[in-house]
């Protein structure tokens, strides 16, 4: 049954075509005219499946939803819902949508996450399977190395649970790349020079990674042949110092943070449905820079000519031409023309006094003969290790001992690229984890963690003899490190997981980090998302927290309602509330004066405004029944005063109603009430006299 038209209509702009399309292929399910079987091979709707829920008008989302959970039972539509971005999409998606919705949601994403029978498997992931999955006693021998097992047994084989193995990694490794011998050559001529012992030329090598290497390649080699990668490392721990030191740590981070950048560039790519093919070559699925056969024909033509100035594989650094990726691909290594057309570059450029790495990738190299894949890969990193080591190497930097504020700030960049990539590669499961590959991530993060708040701590402890320049050195500092501590922590650790898992030094630190005020003022949504963790983690610290809030906002409001120029009533009427409230703090029994003023002023209109008069009240009775003895006393002292103002022998000659008009306030039956009942039998004998 021909399906394309049907399926295409799914997309369709006008929302009537496509529930009409969508019904119809539903309808021809249900009545068994079409099978699960003839849908896993049409790409294009499982696409137009997940972009149904982006257009503006939505309807029938419950059997769409539906429908993506029945496909992805089968395992071979579940691969392919994997590669077009499912497992990303819904996951942002279930939050958008109603409860019962997000149960089917997690149904599609359980199987989605289920891998596939271990025969079915490729090398790459059986040798990564056999890495993480631990060995547990209940588990069947089964596979490979089946033992002989007794005849009289008849009993199916069971399958291995290997979805119960790992469940923290979101991405694990990227799919394998074969290098041609040049670029064997390449990676090994440039990870002996970082090795070298020669500052000049390790420094040539880092510029020669950062700005050609890395542009060149894409960045899962790295990952994938990890000697570079360990070597940069390396360069992070040299002793701290200026000088040379100083600058290869730097050209160290400028390298490891183009990296990063290159991996989730490639990471994107993977991810991105428009990139998928059903054809598994590595020109299609590997290579984000690829010739077609025609013009790679035509370029190694060209580089057979002694007098052609462009090839598909330049190997001499520095030409013009855009160089391919390696990704093994091109057909230079093939080519002896090709090589010979190289050597005879490299004998007409001109002579140089020092090597550059550069000029070591041209030189005749041993061969390197042929790669062992299965031990490469059993050496390569994941996604997840490589994040985590640049953290471990480059956080312990943020706490230099001559202090660097250049260092600090290349660092910081470096971290913030790194955390991306953590987000993309493990989640949340990782503290609940009981695999290997788990336990590791979870110990090395609370390491991390715990390294960030002992750096939290030095860099909030100033000594006594710093100079102005450090302090303020030593505050970018912190102001860098907490913001991200606190991103590290949102990316990671969910706060109703932080006080199991979250360093008692860190937990310490993240206080300090809430009560910090002008942090707070810089970055609202960061100190906002460390409460939510304080109060997870302290709950002491966190009351604490709020009291000092409320204080501290008391004190700002007393201090606005102290100076405050223009008459917004209301506004000010709130700002006497919190005044009030902070009296118990700043104690300026000033205020009392100022209140009891306008409560007289607002209640003295022949036709006054009812609110501000409620409003007003309620402050002027909040001062009558403040429960500090000074307080209550002052208010009673001024309100005798007013009274006595107001009946005075100087309104002899003014008419009665505008002699009495300022006491007003106090006839309300409510003022008489609290004054009587209450003043007059107050224990404080200054109070009764008042009254």
Same mark, same amino acid.
């Given at each position: 049954?021909?399906?394309?038209?049907?399926?295409?209509?799914?997309?369709?702009?006008?929302?009537?075509?496509?529930?009409?399309?969508?019904?119809?292929?539903?309808?021809?399910?249900?009545?068994?005219?079409?099978?699960?079987?003839?849908?896993?091979?049409?790409?294009?709707?499982?696409?137009?499946?997940?972009?149904?829920?982006?257009?503006?008008?939505?309807?029938?989302?419950?059997?769409?939803?539906?429908?993506?959970?029945?496909?992805?039972?089968?395992?071979?539509?579940?691969?392919?819902?994997?590669?077009?971005?499912?497992?990303?999409?819904?996951?942002?998606?279930?939050?958008?949508?109603?409860?019962?919705?997000?149960?089917?949601?997690?149904?599609?994403?359980?199987?989605?996450?289920?891998?596939?029978?271990?025969?079915?498997?490729?090398?790459?992931?059986?040798?990564?399977?056999?890495?993480?999955?631990?060995?547990?006693?209940?588990?069947?021998?089964?596979?490979?190395?089946?033992?002989?097992?007794?005849?009289?047994?008849?009993?199916?084989?069971?399958?291995?649970?290997?979805? +119960?193995?790992?469940?923290?990694?979101?991405?694990?490794?990227?799919?394998?790349?074969?290098?041609?011998?040049?670029?064997?050559? #390449?990676?090994?001529?440039?990870?002996?020079?970082?090795?070298?012992?020669?500052?000049?030329?390790?420094?040539?090598?880092?510029?020669?990674?950062?700005?050609?290497?890395?542009? +060149?390649?894409?960045?899962?080699?790295?990952?994938?042949?990890?000697?570079?990668?360990?070597?940069?490392?390396?360069?992070? @721990?040299?002793?701290?110092? =200026?000088?040379?030191?100083?600058?290869?740590?730097?050209?160290?981070?400028?390298?490891?943070?183009?990296?990063?950048?290159?991996?989730?560039?490639?990471? @994107?790519?993977?991810?991105?449905?428009?990139?998928?093919?059903?054809?598994?070559?590595?020109?299609?699925?590997?290579?984000?820079?690829?010739?077609?056969?025609?013009?790679?024909?035509?370029?190694?033509?060209?580089?057979?000519?002694?007098?052609?100035?462009?090839?598909?594989?330049?190997?001499?650094?520095?030409?013009?031409?855009?160089?391919?990726?390696?990704?093994?691909?091109?057909?230079?290594?093939?080519?002896?023309?090709?090589?010979?057309?190289?050597?005879?570059?490299?004998?007409?450029?001109?002579?140089?006094?020092?090597?550059?790495?550069?000029?070591?990738?041209?030189?005749?190299?041993?061969?390197?003969?042929?790669?062992?894949?299965?031990?490469?890969?059993?050496?390569?990193?994941?996604?997840?290790?490589?994040?985590?080591?640049?953290?471990?190497?480059?956080?312990?930097?943020?706490?230099?001992? @001559?202090?660097?504020?250049?260092?600090?700030?290349?660092?910081?960049?470096?971290?913030?690229?790194?955390?991306?990539?953590?987000?993309?590669?493990?989640?949340?499961?990782?503290?609940?984890?009981?695999?290997?590959?788990?336990?590791?991530?979870?110990?090395?993060?609370? !390491?991390?963690?715990?390294?960030?708040?002992? #750096?939290?701590?030095?860099?909030?402890?100033?000594?006594?003899?710093?100079?102005?320049?450090?302090?303020?050195?030593?505050?970018?500092?912190?102001?860098?490190?907490?913001?991200?501590?606190?991103?590290?922590?949102?990316?990671?650790?969910?706060?109703?997981?932080?006080?199991?898992?979250?360093?008692?030094?860190?937990?310490?630190?993240?206080?300090?980090?809430?009560?910090?005020?002008?942090?707070?003022?810089?970055?609202?949504?960061?100190?906002?998302? !460390?409460?939510?963790?304080?109060?997870?983690?302290?709950?002491?610290?966190?009351?604490?927290?709020?009291?000092?809030?409320?204080?501290?906002?008391?004190?700002?409001?007393?201090? #606005?309602?102290?100076?405050?120029?223009?008459?917004?009533?209301?506004?000010?009427?709130?700002?006497?509330?919190?005044?009030?409230?902070?009296?118990?703090?700043?104690?300026?029994?000033?205020? #009392?004066?100022?209140?009891? +003023?306008?409560?007289?002023?607002?209640?003295?209109?022949?036709?006054?405004?009812?609110?501000?008069?409620? =409003?007003?009240?309620?402050?002027?009775?909040?001062?009558?029944?403040?429960?500090?003895?000074?307080?209550?006393?002052?208010?009673?002292?001024?309100?005798?005063?007013?009274?006595?103002?107001?009946?005075?022998?100087?309104?002899?000659?003014?008419?009665?109603?505008?002699?009495?008009?300022?006491?007003?306030?106090?006839?309300?039956?409510?003022?008489?009430?609290?004054?009587?009942?209450?003043?007059?039998?107050?224990?404080?004998?200054?109070?009764?006299?008042?009254?």
């Amino acid at each position: 049954m021909e399906l394309s038209h049907l399926i295409k209509k799914i997309g369709h702009s006008l929302v009537e075509i496509r529930v009409r399309a969508l019904k119809s292929i539903m309808c021809k399910l249900d009545h068994c005219l079409l099978s699960v079987s003839d849908l896993v091979q049409e790409r294009m709707l499982f696409v137009l499946l997940l972009e149904w829920f982006n257009f503006p008008e939505v309807p029938m989302q419950e059997e769409v939803l539906e429908l993506l959970s029945t496909l992805s039972k089968h395992p071979s539509a579940a691969q392919m819902l994997r590669d077009v971005g499912a497992v990303e999409f819904l996951t942002q998606l279930s939050p958008n949508v109603e409860p019962r919705l997000r149960a089917v949601i997690d149904g599609t994403l359980d199987q989605l996450f289920q891998l596939p029978e271990l025969k079915l498997l490729s090398v790459t992931n059986m040798v990564f399977l056999c890495l993480v999955s631990p060995p547990e006693e209940h588990f069947p021998i089964t596979g490979y190395f089946q033992k002989s097992m007794p005849s009289h047994i008849d009993a199916p084989p069971k399958r291995i649970a290997v979805h +119960d193995s790992v469940r923290c990694l979101k991405f694990s490794v990227f799919p394998w790349l074969t290098l041609t011998t040049t670029d064997r050559h #390449i990676l090994s001529s440039n990870e002996s020079s970082l090795r070298s012992n020669n500052p000049n030329l390790v420094r040539t090598t880092c510029e020669l990674l950062r700005d050609v290497i890395m542009q +060149d390649f894409p960045a899962e080699i790295f990952l994938q042949r990890p000697t570079i990668v360990q070597n940069l490392l390396s360069l992070l @721990r040299l002793s701290s110092g =200026e000088g040379e030191a100083s600058y290869l740590r730097l050209q160290a981070l400028a390298c490891l943070r183009q990296l990063c950048v290159g991996l989730r560039s490639r990471l @994107r790519f993977h991810q991105d449905p428009s990139f998928y093919s059903a054809k598994q070559d590595p020109v299609s699925q590997n290579s984000s820079l690829s010739y077609s056969q025609e013009v790679r024909g035509t370029q190694r033509s060209q580089a057979s000519s002694p007098g052609a100035e462009c090839s598909p594989r330049p190997s001499v650094v520095g030409r013009t031409s855009q160089r391919a990726r390696g990704d093994g691909q091109d057909g230079d290594a093939a080519s002896n023309s090709g090589s010979s057309h190289r050597g005879a570059a490299v004998a007409q450029a001109p002579r140089q006094t020092t090597q550059s790495p550069a000029d070591v990738t041209h030189l005749e190299l041993p061969e390197l003969g042929v790669e062992d894949i299965l031990e490469l890969q059993l050496q390569q990193l994941t996604l997840a290790q490589f994040t985590v080591a640049v953290m471990e190497h480059a956080i312990p930097l943020l706490k230099t001992g @001559r202090f660097c504020c250049h260092l600090i700030l290349r660092v910081l960049e470096l971290l913030c690229d790194a955390v991306l990539l953590l987000g993309d590669s493990v989640c949340e499961l990782v503290w609940d984890d009981r695999s290997l590959v788990g336990m590791e991530l979870k110990e090395k993060l609370q !390491a991390c963690l715990e390294l960030l708040g002992d #750096i939290l701590s030095f860099h909030q402890s100033f000594p006594a003899e710093a100079t102005h320049s450090s302090l303020v050195q030593r505050r970018m500092a912190y102001t860098g490190t907490a913001v991200f501590t606190v991103k590290m922590l949102q990316t990671v650790l969910p706060p109703e997981k932080a006080s199991d898992n979250l360093p008692e030094n860190t937990a310490m630190a993240i206080f300090h980090l809430c009560l910090d005020t002008p942090l707070g003022s810089a970055f609202p949504s960061i100190q906002e998302a !460390a409460v939510a963790y304080l109060e997870q983690v302290n709950s002491d610290g966190h009351d604490l927290y709020r009291r000092v809030t409320r204080a501290a906002l008391w004190m700002e409001s007393t201090c #606005i309602f102290l100076k405050e120029g223009e008459k917004n009533w209301l506004e000010l009427l709130e700002l006497a509330d919190k005044a009030i409230d902070g009296l118990p703090y700043h104690q300026h029994l000033p205020i #009392i004066k100022e209140c009891i +003023d306008i409560c007289s002023y607002l209640w003295k209109f022949d036709q006054p405004s009812p609110l501000l008069q409620t =409003e007003s009240q309620k402050v002027f009775l909040k001062l009558l029944s403040h429960p500090l003895l000074p307080v209550k006393t002052e208010t009673y002292i001024c309100t005798l005063n007013l009274v006595k103002d107001c009946l005075g022998i100087q309104n002899v000659s003014r008419l009665a109603s505008a002699a009495c008009s300022q006491v007003h306030f106090l006839l309300h039956h409510r003022v008489l009430y609290e004054i009587s009942a209450f003043g007059l039998q107050d224990s404080a004998e200054k109070v009764g006299c008042q009254v």
